[in-house]
């Protein structure tokens, strides 16, 4: 269980890296969701399997629960990441609408003018 | 009385509220921030003389035990770094006011600000790795949001960078915190260090440390990760460009001097050396990029990595006075260089350019402007004596007794270089006569009575980093008590363990 889910990281690490390295920018901004979203499955994963294990709500007669601490914080995490994604969003709606190109090589290209 | 602990945090936050949902007359606005900009400034002076004996002020959030809840610990160096954000910010804040008219304000601007800075006073307060994150993304999201909030057209683009690598930054961090917790089954700094000085010499404990120098490296602003720095920093206002340049990059420096000597087992030798060989470079090749450009912005955001190189070559080095040295150079520094952003500021006002070729004269219409940069310049080369000449003498010294020769070297050349680049700003801007018949950037005309109160923002801010030069002694006894509290986990721990709430002892 933990192998596949450690596999399931770092196939996600993997496409997030190569899509952070394109030029087009709709592609960056996919590989920062899928970046953000294997960071939180990291965490996550760091509560060990959840083989045997309850939920963490106290019952009688239960004694092994999983580890709450790890979800909790995913839970922040994946609404800063919300956060975040909506800002870059917005932020390149804006640069397309000036500059017109989804390119980063375009984008940075020295205009006419440019100190 | 420690419940004071949290209201760094929350009373900025409550002006930003109060500011967002207050009403609409902006004068009012400014009133409000004004009076809580000072009243947080009194605020962490009193709580810096709370923590003068030495023994940090503790605030367990809802009762809870620190193994459980949330701790906020604010030591010495904690409180230091409290009274500079907040006296730059009352600064900066001031300065805006001067910059821009009552109507002219973009009304989001003061509330981000205040958003800002209670995301950096909650980074210094806080005693728990996930919380410290949180506590970056309050600060990272205003900063993201106030760097786009003006910009134009054609500088929008430079917040790119800015926002991916530090969005990659802290997804980095949020990994080394599932890390440590993997490592040490806990995230409150006070017992980490307790758990890691029982692993001393363990892989784990190394790996988790060298994420965190690349996480906080990058905030930092350390070679190879400054890139985004200079090109960012340069689109912002000048008052938000100070308050940038005095307090983001320092955030990454404490954290950094609070993860390596307080949390971290001291014998991490490797990780040391690197971080020393790191700030060479970030010191020498960053001068080399502030002489290369040709705008005061510019060539002032070049060199905040360049001097972070000196800060972070005082923890590479790692002896107690060299903490010391470092705490100094971060007050010294923080002062100096937020007050020559505003200075470029008032000179961008006066020239209608920032840029060196188009600009002149200055000497001649505004020699109080002049003197004031000068003191700056020369305290920022290190010149005795300024304030930033005792900073760069002990690390100087320091690596010269530990033998590092080459890092002494590179420390000495990077502040000539400096010394060169502000000669740059100081010939072109100041000492040519002016050129006239050039297309203006600004066509925005400050009235006598704002350039006035600009320079006396300015000038207070300079008598204060001449103070520090001159009254050394006092500041370096500061520093070193607050270096020798760092360097001592014993107490850190048992300030935050001591504390039995809900959920028992640990």
Known sequence: MQIDTALLVGVMFAISTYLLLQRSFIRILFGFIIFSNAGNLFILSMSGAPKDRNMPIVKDGVTQYVDPLPQSLVLTAIVIGFGLAVYLIMLLYRIILDSRTIDIEKMFKPEEGDE | ????????????????????????????????????????????????????????????????????????????????ML????????????????????????????????????????SFITGDLFNMFVAFEIMLVASYALLTLEANDRHIKEAFPYLIVNIFGSTIFLISAGMAYAVFGTLNLAQISERAAQMEGSFAVALVAVMLMVVFGIKAGVF??????????????????ALYSGMLTKVGIYVLLRMLCTVFPHSLDRVHIV????????????????????????ILSFHIASQIGYMLLAIGLFTPLAIAACIFYVIHHIIVKSS??????????????????????????????????????????????????????????????????WLAIAALLASILTMVSMMKIWLQAFWRPSVSSVPLENTHTLT???????????????AMSLFIGLNAETFLQVSTHAADALLDPTIYRSAVLSIIGKGGAP
């Not at chain 2, 790191?278 to 040709?294: D, E, H, K, Q, Y």
């Open chain 2, 1 to 80: 009385m420690n419940n004071l602990v949290i209201w760094p945090f929350v009373l900025p936050v409550i002006t930003a509220l109060v500011c967002l949902f207050g009403g609409r007359v902006a004068l009012w606005r400014r009133w409000v921030v004004a009076c809580s900009a000072v009243a947080q400034v009194a605020l962490a002076f009193y709580l810096q003389a709370q923590t003068v004996g030495g023994t940090p002020l503790v605030q367990v959030l809802g009762g809870w035990s620190a193994h459980l809840g949330v701790a906020l610990v604010i030591d010495g160096l904690a409180a230091i």
């Open chain 2, 83 to 122: 009274c500079l954000s907040t006296l730059v910010a009352l600064a900066c804040i001031l300065y805006s006011f001067f910059e821009l008219d009552v109507e002219h304000g973009h009304p989001l601007r003061l509330p981000l600000t205040q958003l800002l800075v209670a995301g950096i006073n909650l």
């Open chain 2, 224 to 241: 190879p990760l400054y890139y985004w720095l200079p090109n960012s920093y340069p689109i912002l206002p000048y008052s938000l460009a």
């Open chain 2, 275 to 298: 971080l020393g060989w790191l700030a060479g470079f970030t010191m020498v090749l960053a001068v080399l990029g502030a002489i290369s450009r040709n705008f005061v912005r510019g």
């Open chain 2, 340 to 405: 020559l952003f505003l200075i470029g500021g008032i000179a961008f006002f006066r020239n209608g350019t920032d840029h060196l070729e188009r600009m002149g004269g200055l000497w001649k219409a505004a020699p109080v402007l002049g003197v004031l940069f000068m003191l700056q310049a020369f305290s920022l080369a290190g010149i005795p004596p300024l304030s930033g000449f005792w900073g760069k003498f002990t690390i100087v010294a320091e690596s010269l007794r530990a033998e590092q020769y």
């Open chain 2, 448 to 462: 006598t009575a704002s350039i006035v109160g600009m320079t006396g923002i300015v000038g207070v801010m300079v």
